[in-house]
């Protein structure tokens, strides 16, 4: 293991799921050619928070915890809402705001909820710890899951922090902005404005309407 991702599981919680002799063969598949240096992150640490919960990686298998990482990328959660443009990744971790980073075609990816944009961010998991750890405060949301908690407590561990007014719609990081809401919710109500907006052209009024119940 590289020593960014050593660094980081230094900086992360202890683990949040049960020890793994053997790595799942099926998550192997799915994480494709970064699948080796993806089974000795979780058979050294399986799934962890950092930066004060700001990064949340998921474990595989057996968990305390709300999700893990078969649970969160199963087709009947969430990632079913935003279609075809999910399609294909191995989501494995989220930052403060529930952004996923997520494997697929050997890269490491960065997907947008607001928007179900995604972006290639690093080509390994050593570079994207690499990348995390030169800027935390920015690349996990640190600054703002930090202030957040200082005012208003501890994080669920099932729960992140979003916008009341989404940040594509002009929406500020401010404190004032942001509210806790359970994650599975808080990607839902996203992809309801990600199917919305998919198809309108840069610079476009936004018009959100809102599902019953968000």
Same mark, same amino acid.
């Given at each position: 293991?590289?020593?960014?991702?050593?660094?980081? $599981?230094?900086?992360?919680?202890?683990?949040?799921?049960?020890?793994?002799?053997? &790595?799942?063969?099926?998550?192997? #598949?799915?994480?494709?050619? $970064?699948?080796?240096?993806?089974?000795?992150?979780? !058979?050294?640490?399986?799934?962890?928070?950092?930066?004060?919960?700001?990064?949340?990686?998921?474990?595989?298998?057996? +968990?305390?915890? +709300?999700?893990?990482?078969?649970?969160?990328?199963?087709?009947?959660?969430? *990632?079913?809402?935003?279609?075809?443009?999910?399609?294909?990744? $191995?989501? &494995?971790? #989220?930052?403060? &705001?529930?952004?996923?980073?997520?494997?697929?075609?050997?890269?490491?990816?960065?997907?947008?909820?607001?928007?179900?944009?995604?972006?290639?961010?690093?080509?390994?998991?050593?570079?994207?710890?690499? !990348?995390?750890?030169?800027?935390?405060?920015?690349?996990?949301?640190?600054?703002?899951?930090?202030?957040? #908690?200082? *005012?208003?407590?501890?994080?669920?561990?099932?729960?992140?922090? !979003?916008? !009341?007014?989404? &940040?594509?719609?002009?929406?500020?990081?401010?404190? +004032?902005?942001?509210?806790?809401?359970?994650?599975?919710?808080?990607?839902?109500?996203?992809?309801?404005?990600?199917?919305?907006?998919?198809?309108?052209?840069?610079?476009?009024?936004?018009?959100?309407?809102?599902?019953?119940?968000?």
């Amino acid at each position: 293991m590289g020593n960014n991702l050593q660094k980081l $599981l230094e900086f992360g919680s202890d683990p949040l799921g049960a020890y793994l002799i053997d &790595f799942p063969e099926d998550i192997a #598949q799915q994480a494709g050619t $970064l699948s080796a240096e993806f089974a000795g992150l979780c !058979l050294q640490k399986n799934g962890f928070f950092a930066f004060e919960s700001a990064l949340h990686v998921f474990p595989v298998g057996n +968990t305390l915890h +709300t999700y893990n990482l078969q649970r969160w990328n199963s087709e009947t959660l969430w *990632r079913s809402e935003y279609s075809d443009m999910a399609e294909g990744f $191995l989501f &494995f971790a #989220q930052d403060a &705001f529930g952004e996923q980073f997520g494997l697929k075609d050997g890269y490491v990816w960065r997907f947008n909820p607001e928007t179900g944009d995604s972006v290639q961010i690093s080509s390994s998991l050593e570079e994207w710890a690499g !990348l995390l750890l030169s800027d935390y405060e920015y690349e996990t949301g640190y600054i703002f899951a930090h202030e957040w #908690q200082n *005012r208003k407590g501890r994080l669920l561990a099932d729960h992140r922090i !979003l916008p !009341l007014v989404p &940040f594509v719609a002009g929406g500020k990081y401010e404190l +004032t902005n942001f509210y806790s809401e359970n994650m599975v919710a808080g990607m839902k109500s996203r992809a309801n404005l990600a199917r919305q907006i998919r198809d309108l052209p840069n610079g476009s009024p936004i018009q959100i309407k809102f599902l019953e119940g968000n």
